[in-house]
């Protein structure tokens, strides 16, 4: 490989996770469920959905939940992220958490949610370009 | 009939009814999912369906309960945001603004005019995709800018 093929090469943004994720997605939005498991298709991940945040905890009630990664919308009726978030942490729930936000959500608003115990939080619509890199960071740390 | 097709979607785009994010959706489309951008399309106006029907019945009530058509329209601006669906976007946002302003009039108005652009949206959109369709693998229109 020439030295400009080496470079270019390094320089080549990766196009999918560093490990192959199984994710759980927390939306009320079909259609958000639809995308963000789309993405995470794109990016080598497998997953499964939840329609609010007592449906999540529901699932990882019986303790034989394994996710690596959990995508939690922060509005949903029933049980909204911010208290699924907590109550997972309270169970024990180790996977990483990335609040999902809007862009109306101010400063406090998103402070508040990643103190429920989100490893950290994305403003909506997801994407690739925004998803990927923060996941591959997250696991490296 | 490809530059057909390229052109009605750049056109949808010019005109303010798509904006970036319906490009995002095109590249979560591949040879394995070759529909996708359709099938979230049409999943978008069946639920939108069911909030616009919702809303309809809250307001025919007379008694505006400002919190519950708020919660309606805040489901109604993610999923337009979602798809990128701009102008039926703003007019979510109007409406929002006009709850808590607890402006029953300017609801009336907005709502009217959000149908109005849902509906010419449903149906540029669904001429869209029959003539992509017919027309066999997509190309990608530019970004606008």
Known sequence: MSKVETKMSKQTKPTETKKKLNVLIVDDDAINRTLHARIINQIGGVSKTAGNGEEAVILHRDGNASFDLILMDKEMPERDGASATKKLREMKVTSMIIGVTTLADNEEERAAFMEAGLNHCLAKPLSKENLLPLINHLLDA | ?145
């Open chain 2, 1 to 145: 009939m490809q530059r057909q097709v390229a052109l009605i979607k750049q056109s949808l785009f010019d005109q303010g009814y798509l904006d970036e994010q319906f490009m995002e959706l095109e590249e979560l489309q591949d040879d394995a999912n070759p529909n996708f951008v359709e099938e979230v399309s049409a999943l978008y106006f069946k639920d939108s369906a069911r909030l616009i029907n919702n809303i309809d019945q809250a307001l025919e009530r007379g008694s505006f309960d400002f919190n519950r058509l708020d919660s309606y329209m805040h489901q109604f601006k993610g999923s337009s945001t979602s798809i990128g669906a701009s102008k039926v976007k703003a007019e979510c946002t109007k409406f929002r603004e006009y709850c808590r302003a607890g402006n029953a009039e300017g609801c009336l108005r907005t709502f009217h005019q959000l149908k109005k652009e849902h509906s010419t949206l449903r149906k540029k959109l669904e001429h869209y995709f029959q003539l992509a369709r017919q027309a066999g693998p997509k190309e990608t229109a530019r970004r606008p800018k």
